[in-house]
């Protein structure tokens, strides 16, 4: 070979090589780009919350199901979005789900009526569930186990979690300056240009054969929607109400009947055996306690600043930045702690701050004010979960068989969506039990804000539980796995 040939074939080693680091740079922002919209309609209308309630007249309890009927939807078939995606090849699944996202945010931000506005979230719900899936399957895919691995994980956090609090600063400034219905106009241009990008940057996966297990997504979905529903109702009417008990009979045998399936289906959208591995088990069960707590958090740490301090929307949503400041800013150093520091380490690190910041929120009282009582658990909560959350999808997803991929991805999600309903529904149902007659005209600033400590003292127990399963049951597996979760 000539002196030409070797240096050319010597550049262009480098070249192409650059060229696959830009276009997989490319199609991560891209997918990450629709998993920020995804991940903002969980808590952009938490803002905007008290607007809703006044435009569509919702009661307290039925307010709270503009987050459910999304997040219930979205947690409930994310498995079988999962599934669709190996089967039908991801970018096209994820092509679909965007564009079901897209046109049901532009219905719901036409709503007239209550019942418009939940069916429309309701649809977001299945358009993120189909989407979302093949956003960390495609980052699992493209990047190798390790390091690079852990940046692009790092990267995906800060978006998943830092998108969290960002949707509340951006709820605030859409909601004063425009109007509560532009948090869902807003996704319109948002999925257009997503839906334009990706075939021209995201690459088709092959198809796999299989089968859909619908049964198995429609006993999952309606049996969390049932359990949600009687915990609600019995909040609101008694834990002896009928129809409460009849949701609970009826979320017994849905939710049974579903572990009963997946156990004899050639081809389950929950594969059992990813609840083999004690390690990946637990960071499943510390994922759910620790979501939900937060969605809890959000949802009355919103309505405190708005109706007890008195802040407007915007100034509520500002309110939030160092939180997601914290967040974002720890999550995007937590790869390099990682190669550091053992994953177990991060995540007993980052629940302490969290555990703190979330009993500090249990004390406060019509008094406290922003800087004294809010600020600081904010920054404590924002720091340990940017540390915790890297090193617990690490421990989800590592491991995993190559055809398990996708269900494993979705379990991520599935256990963060399931967690914000049910910790919602737990939190909402302790605030009414703790303020009494909170639902009268009468009632006293005292009584609502003493409901909000009780469902943050509630929140303090999802984690300090959360921690006890980090230090036991993660922590056993640790001792005797000699994999990257240490």
């Given amino acids: 070979m000539s002196t030409s040939s070797i240096m050319q074939t010597t550049v262009q080693r480098p070249t192409r090589r650059a060229a696959l680091r830009d276009r997989r740079g490319l199609s991560l922002a891209i997918v990450l780009g629709a998993q920020l919209m995804i991940i903002l309609d969980m808590t952009v209308v938490n803002i905007a919350l008290p607007s809703i309630a006044h435009g569509l007249h ?24 999962g599934r669709a995606g190996d089967i039908l090849g991801r970018r096209r699944v994820f092509l679909a789900g965007i564009a079901l996202f897209t046109a049901a945010s532009l219905a719901g931000g036409l709503a007239q009526t209550a019942g418009w506005l939940l069916a429309a979230r309701a649809v977001q719900g299945v358009g993120g569930a189909i989407a979302s899936p093949a956003v960390l399957a495609m980052i699992t895919a493209s990047f190798a186990d390790g390091r690079e691995r852990a940046r692009a994980l790092g990267i995906y956090t800060a978006v998943v979690m830092g998108g969290g609090s960002l949707g509340l600063v951006l709820g605030g400034v859409i909601t004063e300056w425009v109007s509560w219905r532009w948090v869902l106009f807003i996704n319109v241009p948002i999925g257009v240009l997503v839906a334009v990008a990706t075939p021209l940057f995201l690459a088709e996966t092959p198809r796999r054969p299989g089968h859909f297990d619908a049964a198995g997504a429609l006993t999952s979905t309606a049996g969390m929607v049932s359990l949600v529903y009687g915990i609600i109702r019995a909040g609101a009417d008694g834990w002896s109400n009928r129809v409460a008990l009849a949701a609970f009979v009826a979320a017994t045998v849905l939710l049974a009947g579903f572990v009963y399936r997946e156990s004899r289906a050639r081809q389950p959208i929950t594969p059992l055996r990813l609840f083999a591995d004690r390690r990946r088990a637990g960071s499943y069960l510390a994922r759910l306690l620790i979501v939900a707590g937060m969605f809890g958090m959000f949802f009355f740490l919103t309505q405190f600043v708005q109706d007890i301090l008195r802040f407007s929307p915007l100034r509520a949503g500002i309110s939030f930045l160092p939180m997601t400041a914290a967040l974002f800013g720890v999550s995007r150093l937590a790869p390099r702690l990682v190669s550091r520091f053992t994953p177990w380490t991060l995540m007993v690190a980052g629940m302490l701050p969290v555990v703190a910041g979330m009993a500090w929120l249990s004390r406060i009282s019509p008094g406290t004010g922003y800087l004294a009582g809010v600020l600081g658990p904010m920054l404590l909560l924002g720091a340990g979960m940017g540390v915790v959350f890297v090193p617990l999808t690490m421990a989800s997803l590592s491991g995993v068989r190559p055809e398990d991929s996708g269900a494993a991805s979705s379990m991520v999600n599935v256990m963060q969506q399931v967690g914000g309903s049910l910790g919602l529904a737990v939190l909402v149902t302790a605030a009414s039990g703790a303020t009494g007659n909170a639902a009268r005209p009468a009632v006293t ?15 303090a127990v999802f984690d300090v539980l959360a921690l006890v399963v980090v230090l036991t049951v993660m922590r056993a597996q640790r001792a005797g796995h000699a994999g990257p979760a240490g």
């Fill in 58 to 81: 919702f009661s307290t309890a039925g307010l709270s199901w503009v987050l459910n009927a999304y997040t219930l939807t979205f947690g409930g078939l994310l498995l079988l979005g």
């Fill in 445 to 459: 600033g005292q009584a609502v804000v003493h409901g909000m400590a009780s469902a943050f003292t509630l929140a």
